[in-house]
Each structure stands twice: as structure tokens, then as C-alpha cells.
């Protein structure tokens, strides 16, 4: 722990990583807001068929004389007559009998502007047979987190923190505004692939920029910190949503401050334990003693030099050099076993976090309404797990997290359209737990994984986590099946998910292993405690034998 010593005596938590920590963070705020921007930007308002453009109304009848009914009583969204129809009056006063033969709307829609102006389904006719396309653009958009985690994480390690988080902002700012301007809707899903690809990078490289600026007795407060501010956004969304209803200026508004952090984020310091692990010792001398001279410990900072950084750096430099490839996640049977738990921990709970979130004009209530509850759930939720996970453990959290979230949305499957109050409740509290699973798994996939490996895991299940979000919205098109489908799916995952807790080990309270032979050594001390029972068990067994012979 060499560099945590050094962190300490140049510091530790002093004016350096204030200021940093604070503005690496603040973009974890619009984070929040591209991640569910779709839920806005891409509302359905009500709709039905325009009648032909030659149509006299006043000669024809009403506009009601065109549209047919459904089983309730209401205007067919997707359906138009050949021809206006009249007949006995229906309970609303208008004269259509819906007797008549119908067509897809061949000349278009008609939507309700009065709450959503203008949105990409008004825009480009996202609806009825060309629906699916909607939640195509999301998935996209997913997909590009997924490659962004990817690319910019291995570029991280060759080129730096600092450069690559400089670069995703830059990003971020070009795709998004452009996705703003976008002529038609290939453009746009092209420029959100790319802002989920950048927004991915801003999230990872936040993360490890922080966490290696910081002392280890911090860290858990520093992700605690990036956690809230993610809740944070959700409810500024809402509020800036509300305020700017027409989509195209919404995608501006929470494109353009990029620019900003652009601009800014040249003055952070690179990683000196980077640094250190790539070999260049000049540099991380350099930038400790910047922190130093910042953190007012001019004095200590003058006292290090390249001999003393590199004797303390020693053994540090020599793990970083017995790294183990992402192959041995497979290759290795204890490797193996937590790999494939973990794998369906991370890709159960995304898959059902954004089957709930990005679903919110299901509710029946207030889409600003629900935004706004969906993120202040987070807040008591994420302070219970952690109290929980502290004090009782790591594996009853995130079995209960996932399990409780489960059957909420499975019950929810069962609960008629129209209690809308019960069905929010019960989304609300499954959004909360999936969001405590969240927080769990990532310091659980810490903590079971070796240090030699350990990033490795956390990156594999981050991958893993983005296929659940990208699969997840295409689930919801099963509704055309029948409308419960999805919220069944939905719920299944995580139950389903929830019994891989039981194959894990328990880690509170337990050092962390640092090599795939300490993981070894964990399963085969087991088996030895085991044998040793047995073995005293058949101590009594072997004398009684031998006074019978």
C-alpha cells in the first residue's frame, strides 16, 4: 500500500481532491439524463388517422365519422374508414356505427400537442407499424454504452485517464447537440450511438480518476458521493423536461454543458498511479508533487525524489507487472464460477432497472411525476443498503434487493390498468431495490474478485450489464402479445438471477484476496475444514471397531 501511504503524507483528502473529485463528478448529473432522456424525448403522445386531404368535414361529417372503435369506446390509433360511416349514435353523441372496411392510416396522424409539442415519434411518425422503431433508437443507444465501455476502457489503460475523460466530453457535447439537429431519424439514432459510446467512457474513466486521487478509506464514500449525484440528475431531468417540452431544444439543453466540462477538464491532473504502472516515474513524481503543492505540503513534496518514489513504488511495480488476462475469468475454475454468477447478477439487474425507467407512461400518471418519485426512491433505498450491507452482509442484501424487486414487477403484471396508484407503488419500490442491487453488486464484484484481476471483472460486468440494457427495451415490444408480458419477463430475470447469490461467498468482514491462488486457496481451505469434521467423526467409529475385534 505504498501509494496510499504517499497519498496520505501529500494530504490525503486535502484541497487537490476537493476540487477534483467535485468536478469529475458534476457531469455524472446529465449522466443521469441521457441515460432516460428517451422517456421525454421520445413520448407518445395521443394520436389517430388524419382523414384524406380532400375530406370537407363540415360536408363529411365529423372527424369521429372516420375513426373506428375499440372494444371501449375510443378512437382506433391506428385504423381509418374508406369512408366516413354513419349510423345509431354511440353514448358520446357522434353518429359512426364502425361498421365499415378500415385501413392503416394512410395519410398520416393527428397528435395531442398539449403536453409533449414535439417529439421524435410526432416528428418522424413513430407509431402503429413503424413503433418498434422507438425502442430501436434505445437500444442503440445502449448498444453504444456498451462499446464505449469497451474501447475506452482499454484506451484508459494505454492512454490515460485524464485524456480519454477530455475526449468523451468533447464527444459527448458534438453527438449530442448534433442529435439535436438531426434531419431525419437514422441521423439521430447514428449521433445517440455515438453519445452512449462517450457517456459510458465519462462514467468508467470518473470513476478510476477518482478512486486512484484518493485514499483506500475514502473510496467507499467517493462512490457512495457519484451515487447520489446520479439520483440527482433524475430529478433535474424532470424539472428541465418539464420546462422545455419540445424535444429538440431538451437534447440541446442537456447536450451543450459538455462544452463546458470540455473546457474545464483540461486542468485536471492525470493519475499518478497511472502513472507509476506504465513506468513513467519523472511524470508521477511530477504530478505528487503538484497535488502537494496544492494540498499546502510544500514541504513534503519538495522532500520526495525519483530514488525514494521508486523504493516505495517497488512492490507495487511488481504486481502491476503479474497482471492476469481477461481469459482466466474462463480458464479458471474458481475464476470461472464467481464469473458466471456475477454475470447474471449484472445483466439481471440492468435488464430489469431499465425495463422499469424506461417505461414511464405505463404508469397512467404523470410522466414528470414518476420521474421525480423514481429518483427520490433512490435516496432512502441506497442509505438502507448500505446499512445493510454492512451490518448483515453482502449476499442477504443482494438477494433480497433482487429478489423483493422481482416480485414487485411480477405483481404489478397482475394488477388491472386502472389502479395506477398500486401499480406506481409497486414500481417505485422495485425501482428502489434494483437500485440498492445496483450499488451491491458493484462493491460485492470488488470484493470477490482478486486484485490482480479485479478491474478486469468489474469491466466484464459492466459489459454484461449493458446487454441487459440493450436487450430491455426490445422486450417490451412482447406487449403486442399481451400487455402483462413484458412486466412478467421483467420480473422473472432478477427472481431467477436471485438464487446465483447463494453460490457466492460471503465477504464481510474478509480481506480481499489478491491472486487467483488466494481464490484457490479460499475453496480448498473449505474442503479441509470439511474433511477434518469427518475425520473426527470417524475417530469414535475406528476405536468401537477395534474393542469389538
Known sequence: MAFNDLLLQLGGVGRFQKIQVTLVILPVILMASHNTLQNFTAAIPTHHCRPPANTNLSEDGDLEAWLPRDGQGRPESCLLFTSPQRGPPFPNGTETNGTGATEPCPHGWIYDNSTFPSTIVTEWDLVCSHRALRQLAQSLYMMGVLFGAMIFGCLADRLGRRRVLIFNYLQTAVSGTCAAFAPNFPVYCAFRLLSGMSLAGIVLNCMTLNVEWMPIHTRAYVGTLT?????????????????????RY????????FFAFFIYSWFFIESARWYASSGRLDLTLRNLQRVAWINGKQEEGANLSMEALQASLQKELTTGK????????????????????????WFATSFAYYGLVMDLQGFGVSIYLIQVIFGAVDLPAKLVSFLVINNVGRRPAQMASLLLAGICILING?????????????????????????????????????????????????????????VSPLVSMTAELY????????????????????????????????????????RRGKTRKQQEELQKQMVPLQASAQVKN
Not at 431538451?250 to 454543458?257: A, D, K, T, Y
Not at 432478477?494 to 457466492?504: D, E, G, I, K, Y
Request: charged share 10%; proline share 7%; glycine share 8%.
Open 483 to 522: 400487455p402483462s408480458v413484458p412486466l412478467f419477463i421483467y420480473g422473472a430475470v432478477p427472481v431467477a438471477a436471485s438464487a446465483a447469490v447463494a453460490l457466492l461467498p460471503e465477504t464481510l468482514g474478509q480481506p480481499l484476496p489478491d491472486t487467483v491462488q488466494d481464490v484457490e486457496n479460499r
Open 322 to 345: 503479474s497482471q492476469a488476462s481477461a481469459l482466466e475469468l474462463l480458464r479458471c475454475p474458481a475464476l470461472r464460477h464467481l464469473f458466471l454468477c456475477l454475470s447474471m447478477l
Open 414 to 470: 397482475v394488477v388491472p390498468q386502472d389502479k395506477s396508484i398500486v401499480r406506481t407503488s409497486l414500481a417505485v419500490l422495485g425501482k428502489g431495490c434494483l437500485a440498492s442491487s445496483f450499488n451491491c453488486v458493484f462493491l460485492y464484484t470488488g470484493e470477490v474478485y482478486p486484485t490482480m484481476i479485479r478491474q478486469t471483472g468489474l469491466g466484464m460486468g459492466s459489459t454484461l450489464a449493458r446487454v441487459g440494457s440493450i
Open 227 to 247: 451515487g447520489y449525484t446520479y439520483s440527482l440528475g433524475q430529478f433535474l431531468l424532470a424539472g428541465v423536461a418539464y420546462a422545455v417540452p419540445h424535444w
Open 250 to 257: 431538451l437534447q440541446l439543453l442537456v447536450s451543450v454543458p
